[in-house]
């Protein structure tokens, strides 16, 4: 069974970068056809896709995020980590790392999710 698990600073300031990285287990992230998401809920809202990690070690990231978004992995460490520059609090969420079996949209393994708060 794949785990993931989420970890990274639960606040950060304003303007800074946000980094998150999520350690792997039960699987390897270089498996074929497996690409691995990150996914926020900010408080109140729904589920947003920020980006994902392919098992070739390309990217692909949201629209509205890809200009402060970058996703690079460790295949020696089996993890990967998001980064989230010139943050605001509106990127204060429920950071969540998860599987995408196939690059089909969905997510069959999640991490718990972690919070990180943006403020000064």
């Known amino acids: 069974q794949v785990q993931l698990q989420e970890s990274g600073p639960g606040l950060v300031k304003p303007s800074q970068t946000l980094s998150l990285t999520c350690a792997v287990s039960g699987g390897s992230i270089t498996t074929n056809y497996d690409y691995w998401s990150w996914i926020r809920q900010p408080p109140g809202k729904g589920l947003e896709w920020i980006g994902y990690l392919a098992y070739s070690g390309s990217t692909y990231y949201s629209p509205s995020l890809k200009s402060r978004t970058s996703i690079s992995r460790d295949t020696s460490k089996n993890q990967f980590t998001l980064q989230l520059s010139s943050v605001t609090p509106e990127d204060t969420a429920v950071y969540y790392c998860?599987?995408?079996?196939?690059?089909?949209?969905?997510?069959?393994?999640w991490g718990q999710g972690t919070q990180v708060t943006v403020s000064s």
């Open positions: 998860a599987r995408d079996r196939n690059g089909l949209g969905f997510h069959d393994y």
